[in-house]
């Protein structure tokens, strides 16, 4: 069994800074990339920001220069450090991975149960 868990949402105003973790827990052997996507209410999941293990990042366009993604592999734990937060930021933030249980197993993905994270004076 794996889960993702995630922390670190909140209320914060505009302007302010929020960031959110992910830990993978479980039987696991391998993460391959590893990535945050938000919903917002009456739209569509989308990705925010995405890491390879290698340590290549990719970005929405409407959060570069302000979001940073990064990972801990030794703690199975990807991050998600949001700078300059915009109302249009208000979402539920979930946080996937690819994860292989077993050497002998194929690579699956997985998401979490997703975080609030409210921008708002």
């Known amino acids: 069994q794996v889960q993702l868990a995630e922390s670190g949402g909140g209320l914060v105003q505009p302007g302010g800074s929020l960031r959110l973790s992910c830990a993978a827990s479980g039987s696991i052997f391998r993460i391959n990339a590893m990535g945050w996507h938000r919903q917002a209410p009456g739209k569509e999941r989308e990705l925010v920001a995405r890491i390879t293990n290698g340590g290549s990042t990719n970005y929405l366009d409407s959060v570069k220069g302000r979001f940073a993604i990064s990972r801990d592999n030794a703690k199975n734990t990807v991050y998600l450090q949001m700078n300059s937060l915009k109302p249009e930021d208000t979402a539920v933030y979930y946080c996937?991975?690819?994860?292989?249980?077993?050497?002998?197993?194929?690579?699956?993905?997985?998401w979490g149960q997703g975080t609030q994270v409210t921008v708002s004076s």
């Open positions: 996937n991975a690819l994860i292989q249980r077993d050497y002998s197993e194929d690579t699956r993905e997985y």
